[in-house]
């Protein structure tokens, strides 16, 4: 179980019935984004009940409550969340695990700034002293990192999750650094084939990759995928230790260094 209070500051009588809503109705459907991405369930496994409501600024307590005994990923989604808001206003990049359309929700949630009585917005991870005051910086930066502004030929390399055949197929692809959620769109129907069976591993798509202005992947054209091994299955360093006995010709490995750089 975890709590997260969204409170929206404005003057008493001031913020509108539809700013409230739509301020709740959007954090919701991120967290449905995040929950997504880390528990792997492509509809999600937490449901979000209302356990507070306050006044001064106009807040609500939205306590998580796991669908699974299994399975409890409530405090890693508001701990994103809330690490997702941080990120968009100070450092203005794309958080981990938001897709498009969980981006398309946080500019919903961030344009409501200085809009319809809403001056400002809290968001706070109660009982973790996590805590971010969002500004009307975080609805400019959002802008910047949902356009698509460039594309190319390339590959995005990832955790395969969540294919959907509604509208136009598509998979979504967890970037192998920074768990960013990219939409890969597909049409053929081999790579539906290729797709359902890499579900859940790490792959590599090719195709037209469209960037947005900070050069974040936002989506793929995808032509062709390709199933990588897990990071577990890929060689550490110590396997290659030993490889070739006499390398360094009986010398120590500091003195077989140390010979290298004196020439």
Request: glycine share 8%.
């Amino acid at each position: 179980m975890a709590t997260l209070r969204l409170q929206l500051e404005g003057s008493p009588g001031a913020i509108s019935v539809r700013a409230f809503l739509t301020a709740i109705d959007n954090a919701v459907r991120m967290l449905a984004d995040f929950d997504a991405g880390i528990s792997a369930e492509p509809r999600g496994s937490i449901d979000w009940l209302v356990s507070d409501l306050f006044m001064g600024s106009l807040g609500v307590d939205l306590e998580s409550r796991s669908r699974s005994e299994d399975l409890n990923v409530g405090p890693q989604v508001v701990e994103a969340f809330v690490a997702g808001l941080t990120q968009i206003e100070l450092q203005g990049t794309t958080p981990p695990y938001l897709s498009e359309a969980g981006m398309l929700r946080a500019r919903r949630l961030l344009k409501l700034i200085g809009h319809d009585g809403t001056a400002g917005l809290i968001v706070t991870n109660v009982g973790q002293q996590q805590r971010i005051v969002v500004t009307a910086r975080a609805s400019a930066n959002i802008d910047q990192l949902i356009p698509a502004r460039h594309r190319a030929l390339g590959s995005v390399e990832g955790k395969l999750e969540t294919i959907s055949l509604h509208s136009r197929p598509r998979f979504v692809v967890y970037h192998s650094h920074t768990r960013k959620a990219v939409t890969c769109r597909f049409g053929a129907e081999t790579l539906l084939a290729d797709a359902k069976e890499a579900l859940g591993r790490r792959v590599s798509v090719k195709g037209i990759v469209h960037t947005n202005a900070k050069g974040e992947p936002l989506s793929v054209d995808a032509e062709a995928l390709r199933v990588l091994r897990s990071e577990a299955e890929l060689p550490r360093i110590a396997d290659f230790l030993g490889c070739v006995p006499d390398f360094t010709d009986d010398l120590s490995t500091a003195d077989f260094i140390e010979s290298v750089r004196s020439g």
